[in-house]
């Protein structure tokens, strides 16, 4: 069975850190890319970051861009997201998925399969 664990998120000041996790089962999660994609309350899905499958090619929305990191441990089946000097506009739910997400995705995808946690929430206040 397929599963994908979030964990991490959490209620945060804006210019603060959090590190969430994606724990990641029943599947040759080393062989694989990985993505982080976030959805905030009212909006679509943005696709945030991802990572090839040996963790060294890594990529990244303009938005988060110099404050998020992404990285993974194959030998643990998890993905990470790091980050830095959060802002506001940095809430919503954080999914990891398997694949290689960007901007040009086809979004109607989202959350479709099996492929998908259940997110983690991240809130950043002012």
């Known amino acids: 069975e397929v599963q994908l664990v979030e964990s991490g998120g959490g209620l945060v000041q804006s210019g603060e850190s959090l590190r969430l996790f994606c724990v990641a089962s029943?599947?040759?999660?080393?062989?694989?890319?990985m993505s982080w994609v976030r959805q905030a309350p009212g909006k679509g899905p943005e696709w945030v970051s991802a990572i090839n499958s040996v963790g060294d090619t890594t990529t990244y929305a303009d938005s988060v861009k110099g404050r998020f990191t992404i990285s993974r441990d194959n030998a643990k089946n998890t993905l990470y997201l790091q980050m830095n000097n959060l802002r506001p506009e940095d809430t919503a739910v954080y999914y990891c998925?398997?694949?290689?997400?960007?901007?040009?995705?086809?979004?109607?995808?989202?959350?479709?399969?099996?492929?998908w946690g259940q997110g983690t929430q991240v809130t950043v206040s002012s």
């Open positions: 998925t398997k694949g290689y997400w960007d901007v040009w995705s086809d979004y109607s995808y989202f959350r479709r399969g099996i492929y």
């Open positions: 029943g599947f040759s999660f080393a062989t694989d890319a």
